[in-house]
């Protein structure tokens, strides 16, 4: 799968779904605990607009994982554990996250060769206000709103606005 796509023209964008962080579940009433406790996080984070110059190229980098097969595994090792605990974001998230910010890191090396322009990426372009699923799904990335074989972990990259 490619891991890098231009979406300078199916950005979608929606202010709205920084919400998305204060909706309750499992374990967590109030939504997620790093909201308004986080630089990165909502409502502390900047608007993607005003971060990001949405003129110029904007590009999605993507890390895939494949949760089936990690769920597989963690059976065979743990063989009494529920569909939860087999699932649960704290034994891969971490990874994947990392494995994104490499990706990151080489797409902007790779570009800052070509280009003596400001690159700059975020991890969490939703709490920006991107509509990431919403553009996945214009490009084709089976993105799933709950997960059951793959999670798609996706970064904004752009240029600096100015």
Not at 4 to 29: A, F, M, Q, W
Not at 59 to 71: D, I, P, S, Y
Request: proline share 5%; net charge positive.
């Amino acid at each position: 799968m490619t891991m890098y796509y231009d979406v300078s023209k199916i950005l979608e964008i929606n202010y709205k779904c920084r919400g998305y962080c204060t909706i309750p579940y499992r374990g967590h009433k109030k939504g997620c605990p790093n909201y308004n406790n986080h630089e990165e996080c909502p409502p502390k984070v900047k608007l993607v607009n005003d971060v990001f110059d949405l003129d110029r190229r904007m590009f999605f980098v993507v890390e895939e994982f494949n949760l089936k097969f990690h769920v597989e595994k963690m059976r065979e090792k743990h063989p009494d554990w529920s569909e939860f605990q087999l699932k649960n974001l704290l034994y891969w998230q971490g990874g994947v996250r990392k494995n994104l910010r490499l990706k990151c890191e080489e797409f902007l090396r790779i570009c800052k060769e070509k280009s003596k322009d400001k690159l700059i990426y975020t991890l969490l372009p939703e709490a920006m206000g991107v509509m990431v699923i919403n553009t996945a799904l214009k490009l084709g990335i089976p993105i799933e709103r709950t997960p059951v074989d793959k999670v798609f972990k996706i970064a904004l990259v752009g240029y600096r606005k100015e």
